[in-house]
Structure formats: structure tokens, C-alpha cells
């Protein structure tokens, strides 16, 4: 049985490599970010992004080998996000990860990125029980997802337009406010009134799916009719109509579903007031909360790892001829 699985994260713009040992002790975990470069155009430019890959992988994964401390054989499977994400950024990963592979002569796992983001909560709380509902915002996803059992997933609900994190983004961008939105949003709201504007809260009370653009829109309506408005104040109240129906339809899926627990993942699990209010409603509720460390809120390739250690358990090695893909969804239970 493989114990000790190197994971490759390269979906977007990090580039990631962890060694992870039986999905719960992180040996080592690297991640290179790329927000410098993509920065300038106000978000992820995808050829930029894949060149950077192949520029930065290799030292990235010297890195978590060595400082995993391991020996030359050490390394008992190989495990790369396989999608969703952009293609030429992920061909680079799952590449080297086939490589690896052959080269060592171990397994090479295909995961999914989502899955791995399901899986991060369980590097920091080994001992969480299942089923749990789990929240997973980040600036290409909005996921809403019945976490039953291991490998066992149902989709409660998702955005049918923005992601959470890309609203953050496309609204500080409308501000002036620069990129990625959400930390400078966070920040400024901080000083404002989330009471000023009563921004719109898009399908509250009707099932667990959520609609982020008519609320963008609302803002920049909003803006151009008060010119004079204080800018604090828009990303206060724009942050609280966010903050409010994540949470809200969250804690509503826990109840209906019986869920020990509420977990939160992705970017915008750095959200400091989402932070407060999803701790605040599990207590409420009587379900144990869980808030990632800010530092496992964006991607690396611990979370990866971890879940390609389930995924081998569960299915064994990918075949080589497994490619990326784009679009990839979450396996769901029948
Ligand atoms: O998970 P992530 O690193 O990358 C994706 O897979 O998309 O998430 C990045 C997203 C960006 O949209 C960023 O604006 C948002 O997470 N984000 C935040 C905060 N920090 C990052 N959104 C709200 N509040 C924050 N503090
Ligand atoms: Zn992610």
C-alpha cells in the first residue's frame, strides 16, 4: 500500500508540490505563487500561467522532496490535479506526475482538484467526523457539497453565473481596488458599514444554489448613481450580502441533511467576517465548525496528495493515458 504520496498542484496560477504521508502528516508542502506576474492584467492570463509551470515545477518539487527529508525511493505514488482548471496549466502538471511516476516505477494518481479542496480540512482536523456539509468558495468555484463518507459526495448546490471569489474579484476591480479583490475588499470593509447599502441577497431562501452577478451589478448601479458614496461602505455591505447567503444556505443544507459539520474551504475561507459568522452559526446549531488556517485556504498540493491517498485506496493507479481536463466535475454518488 502507498503511504507516502508526492501530490502536484497546477491548475491555475500556483505552482504546487507536497509530500504527504497516509492523507493526514504533511512532510513537506512548496508553493510558488504566480501572482506577480498576472497581476498587471487583473487576472490569470492562462499562457502566462503555463509557461511559469513548466519554469517553476521542477524546483518546486526538488524542494518538497528535500525538505521532506525522504530517501531516493522514498516516494511511494505520485499524485497531480488531472481538472478542473486551465488546460495547458494542468497538461504541465499531470505530465511531470506521469513522468515521475515511470521514472520511480510507483503509481500515478489523477485528482480532482475539488476533491482535494474537500480533502484539505482533513490535513488540519484529522479527526473530523463525516457527514459533514461542506462550503467550498473560491474565485473559479462556489460549491455547496453533502461530504457522506469518504469518496462519497452529493452536490447540494452552485453558483448558476460568478463564483463567490470572482465577485469579490469583478467588484474591486469596479472599485479601483486592484487584484485578487477579495484581501483588499476584506480590508477596506473593515473600516465601513455593512448596514449602509442594502445590497440584494439572490435566491436566500429558495433551495442551496446561488447567483453572485446581480449583486455585481446592484454595486456598480449602486456607485454610479452616488459617485459621492464611501467606497469602505460599498465593500462592507457588499461583503455582508455575500457573507450572508453563503452562510445562511449553508447552515440550512447542515440541518437538512443531519451533518456533524460545517466546513469551509478555498480562497475565500480567508474572508475574515465569513471566518466569524461560520463559526458563530455551527455553534449556534450545535455542529462543529471548521475554518481552514489561512495558509490552507488557497490551493497547494497537500490538499492533492491527500486526496490522491483516498483516491488510490479507492481505485487504484490512473492509467498513463489519463490527460487533463478542463471541465472536470466532482465524482458525485448515484
Ligand atoms: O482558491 P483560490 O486561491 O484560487 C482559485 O482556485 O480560484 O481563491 C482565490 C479567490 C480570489 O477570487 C480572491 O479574491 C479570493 O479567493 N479571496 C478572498 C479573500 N482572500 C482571497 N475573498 C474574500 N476575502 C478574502 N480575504
Ligand atoms: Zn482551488
Redesign the pocket.
Known amino acids: 500500500m502507498a503511504d507516502v504520496i508526492l501530490g502536484i498542484e497546477t491548475?491555475?496560477?500556483?505552482t504546487a508540490a507536497a509530500v504527504v504521508a497516509r492523507a493526514t502528516e504533511v512532510r513537506s508542502s512548496v508553493v510558488a505563487s504566480q501572482i506577480d506576474r498576472h497581476a498587471r492584467y487583473g487576472g490569470v492570463v492562462p499562457e502566462i500561467a503555463s509557461r511559469a509551470h513548466v519554469e517553476l515545477l521542477t524546483p518546486v518539487v526538488a524542494e518538497a522532496l528535500v525538505s521532506a527529508g525522504l530517501p531516493d525511493d522514498g516516494v511511494e505514488a505520485v499524485a497531480a490535479t488531472a481538472g478542473p482548471?486551465l488546460v495547458g496549466s494542468l497538461l504541465v502538471g499531470v505530465s511531470a506526475a506521469k513522468a515521475f511516476a515511470l521514472v520511480w516505477d510507483v503509481p500515478f494518481v489523477a485528482v480532482n482538484?475539488l476533491e482535494g479542496?474537500l480533502y484539505a480540512a482533513f490535513l488540519e482536523e484529522p479527526d473530523l467526523e463525516l457527514p459533514v456539509v461542506v462550503l467550498l468558495?473560491?474565485?473559479?468555484?462556489t460549491l455547496l457539497v453533502h461530504m457522506e463518507d469518504h469518496g462519497r459526495y452529493r452536490l447540494l448546490g452552485s453558483t448558476i453565473d460568478d463564483?463567490?471569489?470572482?465577485a469579490?474579484?469583478k467588484v474591486?476591480r469596479f472599485l479601483g481596488l486592484g487584484?485578487?479583490?477579495?484581501?483588499v475588499?476584506?480590508?477596506i470593509a473593515a473600516e465601513g458599514d455593512p448596514d449602509a447599502i442594502a445590497f440584494p441577497r439572490a435566491m436566500l431562501d429558495r433551495g442551496y444554489d446561488f447567483s453572485f452577478s446581480g449583486l455585481k451589478t446592484a454595486v456598480v448601479n449602486h456607485v454610479r448613481r452616488h459617485p459621492e458614496v464611501d467606497t469602505a461602505d460599498v465593500a462592507a455591505s457588499f461583503?455582508e450580502a455575500?457573507v450572508d447567503v453563503l452562510v445562511t444556505k449553508a447552515r440550512r443544507a447542515a440541518r437538512d441533511v443531519g451533518a456533524k459539520g460545517l466546513v469551509l474551504g478555498?480562497?475565500?475561507?480567508?474572508?475574515?467576517?465569513?471566518r466569524a459568522r461560520w463559526v458563530e452559526a455551527a455553534e449556534a446549531d450545535g455542529v462543529r465548525p471548521f475554518v481552514p488556517s489561512r495558509a490552507m485556504?488557497?490551493?497547494d498540493a497537500a490538499m492533492i496528495a491527500a486526496a490522491g491517498w483516498w483516491r488510490l485506496r479507492s481505485d487504484g493507479p490512473s492509467g498513463l493515458g489519463t490527460g487533463a481536463t478542463p471541465n472536470l466535475r466532482l465524482p458525485l454518488a448515484g
Open positions: 491548475s491555475c496560477d500556483e482548471g482538484h479542496h468558495v473560491s474565485g473559479g468555484h463564483a463567490a471569489g470572482e469579490f474579484d474591486a487584484y485578487p479583490g477579495g484581501p475588499i476584506d480590508r461583503q455575500v478555498g480562497g475565500v475561507a480567508a474572508n475574515s467576517v465569513l485556504c488557497t490551493d
